[in-house]
């Protein structure tokens, strides 16, 4: 298969190629936003022990 | 049995374990299915006969429209489950679904505008597939807001499940849209009854990539849905074993 053939995408690139590099993005930041959120919830829950364990002191 | 099964996700830590566990087993299958719907899509599927090469939007679009219509029915579901049992790991999902669901709600009406535009020679139309869509998206946004709008997660739970369930009329609404009105849109290819309109070298690369994307959506909720159980544990006991399993 011919590469400058399959970029040209039959004339359809402009339309085809954004919508693929759209969907990469969207597929990326997502997998970074669901991590960032978790590790977030960690750090808080943390932080949330650290008070219970000291209130829990005699 | 069900009812076991159904309690023992209920509990917060055996869900925390569970759901951390789960997630590769969705996200690495997710992306070998995904990188063979390329391989497909963009290389072994034929030109269409109308649309040429500009036919393998699809490839993108129709999974991201798929996962903004699946993601909204989990999202009112669990909510509904939460709010009808109260069950936290419930509201827990429900609230994770939302942001995901939204973003491929966008990505679906930004694909299709792109499609639109050689094949209809427009980007945008109100038309009603795409007016319900965004609507669609307005929904997603709107529960993010009401959740937004409460310091008490409780609070934003319930009242965000009320507007979860209400919205989910409109997800009928979409898939119906193209055979209930004279619309732009086609018809449904895959998701109806009988064979699906279109050859199986152009069909496989699209039911990879809807698969692919399902499975890749589940890993993404597993593990927005632990921050989020996490977030709503009072239990030291538990909160420290969770932490030390990480």
């Known amino acids: 298969m011919n590469i400058s053939k399959f970029l040209a995408m039959g004339g359809y690139a402009v339309y085809v190629w954004p919508s693929y590099g759209l969907t990469a993005t969207v597929v990326a930041l997502n997998i970074l936003w669901a991590r960032r959120s978790l590790r977030r919830a960690q750090r808080e829950a943390r932080r949330r022990l650290a008070a219970l364990k000291l209130a829990a002191l005699p | ?246």
Request: include cysteine; charge should be positive.
């Open chain 2, 1 to 246: 049995m069900a009812w076991v099964w159904f309690h023992r996700f209920g509990s917060p830590p055996y869900f925390y374990r569970v759901a951390r566990r789960l997630t590769p087993w969705l996200g690495w299958p997710a992306l070998i299915l995904g990188v063979a719907g390329l391989i497909g899509g963009l290389g072994l599927a034929p030109p269409d006969y109308q649309q040429g090469d500009g036919f393998r939007i699809i490839y993108v679009h129709a999974p991201a429209a798929w996962l903004s219509l699946m993601i909204y029915v989990v999202m009112a579901t669990s909510a509904a489950v939460g709010l009808i049992w109260r069950m936290n790991v419930a509201h827990a999902v429900a609230a994770s679904c939302a942001p995901i669901g939204a973003s491929f709600t966008a990505l679906a009406l930004a694909t299709g505008m792109l499609y639109g535009r050689p094949m209809w020679g427009t980007y945008w139309q109100w038309d009603p597939r795409i007016t319900s869509e965004l609507l669609l998206l307005f929904l997603y946004l709107g529960y993010m807001a009401l959740r937004a709008a409460f310091d008490d997660v409780a609070r934003a739970d319930r009242a965000s499940a009320v507007l979860a369930i209400v919205g989910v009329v409109d997800v009928p609404i979409i898939h119906y849209s193209v055979i209930w009105w004279n619309s732009l849109h086609q018809a449904p290819t895959v998701m109806k009854f009988g064979r699906p309109s279109m050859p199986a070298s152009m069909l496989v690369p699209l039911l990879l990539m809807l698969a692919g994307f399902s499975l890749y959506f589940g890993a993404l909720l597993l593990t927005r849905a632990r921050g989020e159980v996490l977030r709503r544990e009072r239990n030291a006991h538990w909160i420290s074993a969770a932490l030390e399993e990480s």
